[in-house]
């Protein structure tokens, strides 16, 4: 497992924007797939946006046109910029990678959380009406 450390989780009103970033190591930002997940109260979690270690991206129905997922290998940092906001995008914010050996590049997006073997702790994002 790696450390992936999220921040820019908050509150703002519906329409508004958010842009959430995980630290991560420069080897998982580099070679492995990554995404954001999230978990509203009592639902399940559920992948947002995915990236692999060559940029391809996927994202939820929900979130089409209105969520980028991007990474920055300079600064060791996968992002997720989000406008639009609505109430029902109110949920914790996790930050995932699937991570692969030394030497190896992770190929494909997974927006399933099965199969990430690493977690950040998460980070809140509240919509208000």
């Known amino acids: 497992q790696v450390q992936l450390v999220e921040s820019g989780g908050g509150s703002v009103q519906s329409g508004g924007s958010l842009r959430l970033s995980c630290l991560a190591s420069s080897f998982t930002v580099r070679h492995d797939c990554m995404g954001w997940f999230r978990q509203a109260p009592g639902k399940e979690r559920e992948g947002v946006a995915g990236?692999?270690?060559?940029?391809?991206?996927r994202y939820a129905d929900s979130v089409k046109g209105r969520f980028t997922i991007s990474k920055d290998n300079a600064e060791n940092t996968l992002y997720l910029q989000m406008n639009s906001l609505k109430p029902e995008d109110t949920a914790m914010y996790y930050c995932?990678?699937?991570?692969?050996?030394?030497?190896?590049?992770?190929?494909?997006?997974?927006?399933?959380?099965?199969?990430?073997?690493?977690w950040g702790k998460g980070t809140l994002v509240t919509i208000s009406s």
């Open positions: 990236l692999d270690s060559d940029g391809n991206t």
């Open positions: 995932a990678a699937r991570t692969v050996g030394v030497g190896n590049f992770c190929y494909g997006v997974f927006l399933t959380d099965y199969h990430m073997n690493s």
